[in-house]
């Protein structure tokens, strides 16, 4: 929960302000439509009417940097770029080996003692974007754990509130996200069948989770997974969230997915394909595996993933399966 005395805002893109101001993680949200320059204008007009002691900008775009110039704020910091001292009164070395996680927390080091003790005292971040030989990531850190900052008692109020239970009544269920914004950091729909069919014969419950531009392709793997049920584009980000946090598992691709599972304390297992684990966007959460074609020269192509594969073949998901032994449940 925020502070009262010290109030968060959050610009976000459309659609994802509601589910953090509702989780009790900030207080106030702007909603930006990126490549509509008319939402960026409202949201600098809104802006005026608040004092702003601290601006952290985890974006190091120049369009970004244009946007804080037209922002009052006692401090603004960023990290480093060799232009950027124009825009930011303070800015941190951008660290390539460590976790985005710890990266992002750096931007606050100075604003919160305990905080700054804890990042002291990791002295090898770059430790928690390796694997072990089972695939399993090491954890978050118990006081960076995204879910310890979520109020249990505010999450059930909210699964009430929303009468998940009625309208969404699955528990302990594995969790199939197979879409992607990225085409080439989907996992194959044919093994994510395959799987869900091994799921499904030791006894768990299967959904397909996703966006509404996603329903028809968790339609086809649904139906030919005996008992699954398809859920994509029937919930918004935050009935989304309250649905996870019943769940067991989830597998899915190097997207928000994993992102949200680790939020809400579930077990993730994640396809990496174009993109590798060094770049430092790991699933930052309690209980993480990551499983990738590690002996591809072609890998990365890209820091998202590109289109299309640049070289036709896509080995880096077409060569990659996930049994159900590689899930640990």
Request: with cysteine.
């Amino acid at each position: 929960m925020t502070d009262p005395n010290r109030p968060v805002g959050l610009i976000c893109r459309k659609g994802l302000g509601q589910a953090f101001l509702e989780l009790g993680l900030i207080d106030y949200f702007w909603e930006v439509d990126k490549g509509n320059r008319n939402s960026y204008q409202i949201v600098i007009e809104a802006l005026k009417k608040y004092e702003i002691n601290y601006w952290l900008s985890p974006h190091t775009s120049f369009r970004t940097a244009l946007f804080t110039w037209q922002i009052k704020a006692q401090k603004k910091i960023s990290f480093k770029k060799f232009w950027n001292f124009i825009f930011f009164h303070h800015s941190l070395r951008f660290q390539k080996e460590w976790p985005e996680a710890i990266r992002l927390l750096h931007l606050l080091k100075n604003q919160n003692h305990q905080l700054s003790q804890h990042l002291d005292s990791l002295s090898h971040p770059e430790e928690y974007i390796q694997k072990n030989k089972q695939s399993q990531l090491k954890p978050a850190p118990k006081w960076a754990d995204p879910n310890q900052f979520l109020d249990q008692s505010l999450i059930q109020k909210k699964l009430e509130e929303y009468k998940i239970a009625d309208r969404f009544p699955f528990q302990n269920a594995v969790v199939l996200f197979p879409g992607s914004v990225w085409a080439t950091k989907m996992w194959k729909k044919e093994k994510f069948v395959q799987l869900g069919i091994e799921i499904v014969e030791k006894r768990h419950q299967v959904l397909i989770m996703g966006g509404a531009s996603e329903a028809e392709l968790g339609q086809s793997i649904a139906h030919q997974i005996p008992g699954a049920f398809n859920l994509c584009g029937k919930s918004n980000v935050l009935e989304s969230l309250l649905i996870l946090s019943k769940q067991k598992l989830v597998i899915g691709n190097d997207s928000s997915s994993s992102h949200m599972a680790s939020l809400m304390g579930i077990s993730v297992v994640s396809a990496f394909g174009p993109t590798v684990l060094r770049f430092g966007y790991r699933p930052w959460g309690r209980s993480t595996k990551i499983f990738e074609v590690s002996d591809l020269d072609c890998r990365p192509c890209g820091a998202h993933g590109p289109r299309v594969c640049p070289r036709i073949h896509h080995n880096c998901m077409n060569q990659l399966d996930i049994t159900y032994q590689d899930l640990g449940i």
